[in-house]
């Protein structure tokens, strides 16, 4: 089993930044891949960036340029960098690791920019 705890979510004013934390525990061998997910009001939930167990990211075009996704594997974290952030961009951040043993969610942290 793997737990996952976000944190750094908060309310921040168009144009500000917000860093995303995702703290893992548990049985993390085989990583395939570190992904970050937001689920805004009405919508359904979408890949907003992502880092595979070799490094290689990916990232949504709605925030490419804007977000970057990176891991820290001495503290088995992965971390969401959100510059320039728009009032779109407001939503509920999810962290999820997909293993060779399953795929896990974190509860999810709200992040709010206001106009």
């Known amino acids: 089993q793997v737990q996952l705890v976000e944190s750094g979510g908060g309310s921040v004013q168009a144009g500000g930044s917000l860093r995303l934390s995702c703290v893992a525990s548990?049985?993390?061998?085989?990583?395939?891949?570190e992904n970050w997910y937001r689920q805004a009001p009405g919508k359904q939930r979408e890949l907003v960036a992502g880092?595979?167990?070799?490094?290689?990211?990916n990232y949504s075009p709605s925030v490419k340029g804007r977000f970057t996704v990176s891991r820290d594997n001495a503290e088995n974290s992965v971390h969401l960098q959100m510059n320039n952030l728009k009032p779109e961009d407001t939503a509920a951040y999810y962290c999820?690791?997909?293993?060779?043993?399953?795929?896990?969610w974190g509860r999810g942290t709200q992040v709010t920019v206001s106009s």
């Open positions: 999820n690791i997909i293993t060779a043993w399953g795929d896990y």
């Open positions: 548990g049985s993390l061998n085989n990583i395939y891949a």
């Open positions: 880092i595979t167990g070799s490094g290689s990211t």
